[in-house]
C-alpha cells in the first residue's frame, strides 16, 4: 500500500480559494483565551492553513475576538468565515457586529449558522446579498442544509439574488449519509461542500479507548452523560477499533485516514477541524497532505459504509448539551 505526502491543496470557494483543511473556532475564547489561540492560528498559517471558520454564537461572540486578534497582523494571509442565527432582518445586525469582534472590515465568507424557518428564503438571500454589494462580506454559504433548500437558494440565484458559495454540514467516517444527496448535488452544481464534525468528537484519532473514561483535557471528559453515551456506542467504537487496526497495517494513523478519506470524495472543498495546540494542528495538516491508493479507501468505506440511517454527530445544537 503506497502513501504519498504533498503540499496541502487549495480548492475553489467562489471567488475565493481555501485550504483543504480548515480551522474550526468553537474551542477559541471558551476552553482557552486569545494568547493560545494566537498560537493555533500562527501554526496554522506556517503549515499552509489559510481557512478559519468561527460564528457569532461561540462564546457569545468570544470565538471572533480572538481569532481577530490572532489574525491581527497576518490578516491578508487568511480566508475568514463567520455564521449567524436569526431572521433576515437582524443580518446587517449580525454582521457588523462580527465585523467588530474581528476587528476587520470585510468577512470572506458569511454563512447562515442553520435554515431560519420564519421567513421566506428569498428574504434571508435579499438581506445577505445587500451585504455583498457593499463589499463588506465577499461570499455568501450556508450550514445545516438539505438538498431541497439547497435547491431552492438556486432557484433565487438564477432570478437575480446571490447565491451560496457552500454548504457546511455534518459529515465524517461515522455519519456518511452526506454522500447520498448533499454532496453529489454540490458537486454538480458548483457548491463547495465543508465537512464539520470530521474527527466525531476526537473519536476518530483514536484517543479514546472502549470502556474507559476519557483523558482529561478533552472536550468530551466534560461532557453531558447523553454526549458521552452517544459518542462512546458500541457501534461506534466496533468501527474505530477496526480502522485503527487497518492504519496500522498500513503505517499510518486512524487520524490520516479520518481525513484524507473525507477529502479525496468529489465535491468536498474543505474538512474544518479543531485544535487545541500547536501540534494538534501540525498532524491535520499532515493528515490533508496524505493521499493514500484507491485500495485503502475500498478498506475504509467496507469498514464505515455510507449508509442512510446514520445517526448525526451527538452535539448541544441537537439537544445532547
Given at each position: 500500500m503506497t502513501q504519498s505526502q504533498r503540499a496541502i491543496e487549495q480548492r475553489a470557494l467562489g471567488r475565493l480559494s481555501v485550504s483543504v483543511i480548515g480551522i474550526?473556532?468553537?474551542?477559541?475564547?471558551?476552553?482557552?483565551?486569545?494568547?493560545?489561540?494566537?498560537?493555533?492560528?500562527?501554526?496554522?498559517?506556517?503549515?499552509?492553513?489559510?481557512?478559519?471558520?468561527?460564528?457569532?454564537?461561540?462564546?457569545?461572540?468570544?470565538?471572533?475576538?480572538?481569532?481577530?486578534?490572532?489574525l491581527r497582523d497576518h490578516r491578508d494571509e487568511?480566508?475568514?468565515?463567520?455564521?449567524?442565527?436569526?431572521?433576515?432582518?437582524?443580518?446587517?445586525?449580525?454582521?457588523?457586529?462580527?465585523?467588530?469582534?474581528?476587528?476587520?472590515?470585510v468577512i470572506d465568507l458569511y454563512q447562515i449558522h442553520r435554515p431560519y424557518l420564519e421567513a421566506p428564503l428569498e428574504e434571508t438571500l435579499?438581506?445577505?446579498?445587500?451585504?455583498?454589494?457593499?463589499?463588506?462580506?465577499?461570499?455568501?454559504?450556508?450550514?445545516?442544509?438539505?438538498?431541497?433548500?439547497?435547491?431552492?437558494?438556486?432557484?433565487?440565484?438564477?432570478?437575480?439574488?446571490?447565491?451560496?458559495?457552500c454548504v457546511q454540514n455534518d459529515y465524517n467516517l461515522l455519519n456518511r449519509k452526506q454522500e447520498l444527496d448533499v454532496i453529489p448535488y454540490c458537486d454538480a452544481n458548483n457548491i463547495a461542500f465543508h465537512a464539520y464534525f470530521p474527527l466525531y468528537h476526537g473519536l476518530l484519532t483514536g484517543k479514546f479507548c472502549r470502556n474507559e473514561t476519557p483523558p482529561t483535557g478533552t472536550r468530551l471528559a466534560n461532557a453531558s452523560e447523553a454526549r458521552r453515551e452517544a459518542v462512546f456506542s458500541e457501534g461506534n467504537f466496533d468501527i474505530v477499533e477496526r480502522l485503527i487496526a487497518l492504519a496500522e497495517r498500513h503505517g499510518t494513523t486512524l487520524l490520516d485516514l479520518a481525513i484524507s478519506r473525507l477529502i479525496h470524495v468529489s465535491g468536498v472543498s474543505s474538512v474544518i477541524t479543531g485544535a487545541m495546540w500547536p501540534d494538534q494542528v501540525r498532524a491535520n495538516a499532515r493528515a490533508a497532505k496524505c493521499q493514500f491508493d484507491e485500495e485503502l479507501y475500498r478498506e475504509i468505506d467496507a469498514i464505515a459504509p455510507t449508509c442512510a440511517d446514520a445517526r448525526d454527530t451527538p452535539s448541544a445544537a441537537r439537544g445532547i448539551a
Amino acid at each position: 500500500m503506497t502513501q504519498s505526502q504533498r503540499a496541502i491543496e487549495q480548492r475553489a470557494l467562489g471567488r475565493l480559494s481555501v485550504s483543504v483543511i480548515g480551522i474550526g473556532g468553537n474551542n477559541f475564547g471558551q476552553r482557552f483565551g486569545a494568547d493560545q489561540t494566537r498560537e493555533v492560528v500562527l501554526s496554522a498559517l506556517e503549515c499552509g492553513i489559510n481557512f478559519f471558520d468561527t460564528s457569532d454564537s461561540y462564546g457569545d461572540g468570544a470565538s471572533e475576538e480572538c481569532l481577530g486578534y490572532a489574525l491581527r497582523d497576518h490578516r491578508d494571509e487568511a480566508i475568514v468565515a463567520t455564521k449567524y442565527d436569526g431572521a433576515p432582518d437582524t443580518v446587517r445586525e449580525h454582521c457588523l457586529a462580527s465585523l467588530s469582534r474581528l476587528n476587520m472590515e470585510v468577512i470572506d465568507l458569511y454563512q447562515i449558522h442553520r435554515p431560519y424557518l420564519e421567513a421566506p428564503l428569498e428574504e434571508t438571500l435579499g438581506a445577505l446579498g445587500e451585504l455583498v454589494s457593499e463589499g463588506i462580506v465577499r461570499e455568501i454559504g450556508c450550514s445545516n442544509f438539505g438538498v431541497a433548500q439547497l435547491k431552492e437558494a438556486r432557484s433565487l440565484t438564477r432570478e437575480g439574488h446571490v447565491g451560496f458559495v457552500c454548504v457546511q454540514n455534518d459529515y465524517n467516517l461515522l455519519n456518511r449519509k452526506q454522500e447520498l444527496d448533499v454532496i453529489p448535488y454540490c458537486d454538480a452544481n458548483n457548491i463547495a461542500f465543508h465537512a464539520y464534525f470530521p474527527l466525531y468528537h476526537g473519536l476518530l484519532t483514536g484517543k479514546f479507548c472502549r470502556n474507559e473514561t476519557p483523558p482529561t483535557g478533552t472536550r468530551l471528559a466534560n461532557a453531558s452523560e447523553a454526549r458521552r453515551e452517544a459518542v462512546f456506542s458500541e457501534g461506534n467504537f466496533d468501527i474505530v477499533e477496526r480502522l485503527i487496526a487497518l492504519a496500522e497495517r498500513h503505517g499510518t494513523t486512524l487520524l490520516d485516514l479520518a481525513i484524507s478519506r473525507l477529502i479525496h470524495v468529489s465535491g468536498v472543498s474543505s474538512v474544518i477541524t479543531g485544535a487545541m495546540w500547536p501540534d494538534q494542528v501540525r498532524a491535520n495538516a499532515r493528515a490533508a497532505k496524505c493521499q493514500f491508493d484507491e485500495e485503502l479507501y475500498r478498506e475504509i468505506d467496507a469498514i464505515a459504509p455510507t449508509c442512510a440511517d446514520a445517526r448525526d454527530t451527538p452535539s448541544a445544537a441537537r439537544g445532547i448539551a
